[in-house]
């Protein structure tokens, strides 16, 4: 886990990522973007790793892409180098992979809104299953105002978030939110003071993994996202799909002896 824009801390099933370039504010990058991917990845791959919770180092979350570069450049930011798979499915390339990474994986993602989420931010966000905000966060969904449109998966999660018409609103203004209209509008779903953020992020975290058995958890979100993207009849038989395999886990077992014996579940994964 040696990155460059990026650190991680994994205790107890709990894996906090840092989006770590304070100087630029946190700006988006195309190494950062890179790192975030395969940490998704990663994350996904390691039964230890529960839960994500993506903060931002420093005061800022996240300040969208590099504005002095896109000036230089005169255009929005693209990898210098696109591979030939960046070429053929430019949707699943840079951030768009991370934002979509962020809502395809089956661990829950969780995003601890430190301060400042601007432009990408708002897309790294909006990728995760749960937002906590501090009190300091400010939400700038600011596309428009730059001449361009999200493309960060933004767009297309937004009116799933927060429904078609406050999304057009705030997307079509280029608004900027505080973090209680952010709490408002239904894009965050809790603020609290900014010593408590992680805290509170982790303690959601654990009431999670405690309560929830990890392959059971996995189903129950990829179920969800299928739902939200597929007619009724498909998605309920995504659902029985995921209910077979879940009702076969040794930890559905111990799930119901827990509650019979009125004693916590001890979950082993399998």
Known sequence: MGYQFVRVDQADGIVTVRIDDPDAKNAVNHVMNRELAEECQRIDADPTARVLVLTGEGRIFCSGGNIRKMTADGKSLEPPAPTLRDEMYPHEADIRRVVVGLRRMSKPAIAAVNGPAVGSGIG??????????????????V???????????????????????????????????????????GFV???????????????????????????????FKLALAEALEQDLDTAV??????QKLSRATADHTEALRAYVEKRPPRWTGR
Do not use: N
Not at 237 to 242: I, K, L, N, Q
């Open 143 to 185: 596309f428009v105002r730059r001449g361009i449109v999200p493309d960060d998966a933004s767009l297309a999660l937004m009116a799933q978030l927060i429904g078609y018409a406050r999304a057009f609103e705030w997307g079509v203004r280029g608004a900027t939110l505080s973090a209680e209209e952010a709490e408002r509008i």
């Open 237 to 242: 038989r995504f659902t029985a799909g995921a």
């Open 189 to 219: 779903s809790e603020v609290v003071e900014p010593d408590r953020l992680l805290p509170r992020c982790r303690e959601i975290a654990k009431e999670i993994i405690d309560h929830g058995p990890p392959i059971t958890v996995q189903l």
């Open 124 to 141: 790294l966000a909006a990728g995760c299953d749960i937002r906590i905000a501090s009190r300091a966060a400010r939400f700038a969904w």
